[in-house]
């Protein structure tokens, strides 16, 4: 029987366009293996998170799996909302 494989994504994403890479890595795959997989840069980059949750390299992967890229933030979120309800009135 032949060895599994693990269908995963990976994604980078700015406002109003991403760029997506589909895998197929061997099963026991890290996140780790993703990035270097997908061939995508990685500077300028933050951290890592499997669907939303924040993760690290070493994390195993499952089929289905979506790696998404982090950006750095650029203004912390507070403070985001109290300039648009400023400007809000």
């Known amino acids: ?3 599994r494989t ?3 994504e990976v ?3 700015w ?3 991403f760029e997506r890479v589909a895998l197929e890595l061997p099963e026991g795959a890290t ?3 993703a ?3 997908s061939g995508l840069p990685l500077d300028g980059i933050a951290g890592y998170a499997l669907h939303g949750e924040r993760a690290g390299p070493e994390v195993a992967l499952h089929d289905g799996d979506r790696v998404e890229l982090l950006r ?3 203004m912390d979120p507070k403070e985001a909302r109290r300039k ?3 400007k809000d009135g």
């Open 1 to 3: 029987m032949g060895r």
């Open 35 to 37: 990035l270097a997989a």
């Open 72 to 74: 750095p933030l650029v």
């Open 6 to 8: 693990l269908r995963v």
């Open 84 to 86: 648009r309800a400023a």
């Open 31 to 33: 996140l780790g293996d």
């Open 11 to 13: 994604v980078r994403a």
């Open 15 to 17: 406002p109003r366009r």
